[in-house]
């Protein structure tokens, strides 16, 4: 595996424990997975700081975690990395993006938006060309 695609296998399975409830409503193992200057602007459009997303975090209910797909990632610096992927729920698909932090070797989310699609939009944000 190239440190490329090992730096990506990190990022998503970092990415996937914060979806699940195990991580989201332990306070402490969420901070640890978030970067002290974290910044979420939610599918609601709400934006929320590191405190106030480890607080509400803690107060969600359990939940499955979400079915994923469409993976993309890009190194946007070195230790830095973008990944987006899709949310598929039962009528309320979503896109969310994340930027990671590797940099002292440990995952970091810094930053998380998640969008809701409309409904039927599963062909149309695919790239043409």
Avoid: C, K, N
Wanted: proline share 6%; net charge negative; hydrophobic share 35%.
């Amino acid at each position: 595996m190239d440190a490329a695609t090992s730096r990506h296998a990190t990022v998503r399975a970092a990415e996937i424990e914060l979806l699940g409830s195990d991580a989201r409503r332990d306070p402490s193992r969420a901070a640890e997975l978030m970067h002290p200057d974290f910044l979420e602007i939610g599918r609601s459009g709400r934006v929320r700081f590191f405190d106030e997303m480890v607080e509400a975090l803690a107060a969600e209910d359990a939940r499955p975690t979400p079915v994923t797909d469409e993976w993309r990632f890009r190194d946007l610096a070195p230790g830095i990395v973008l990944v987006t992927y899709r949310i598929r729920r039962a009528g309320r698909d979503s896109r969310h993006s994340s930027i990671w932090d590797l940099a002292d070797g440990s995952p970091r989310v810094v930053f998380h938006q998640g969008t809701h699609l409309p409904d039927g939009s599963a062909d149309q944000d695919r790239p043409r060309g």
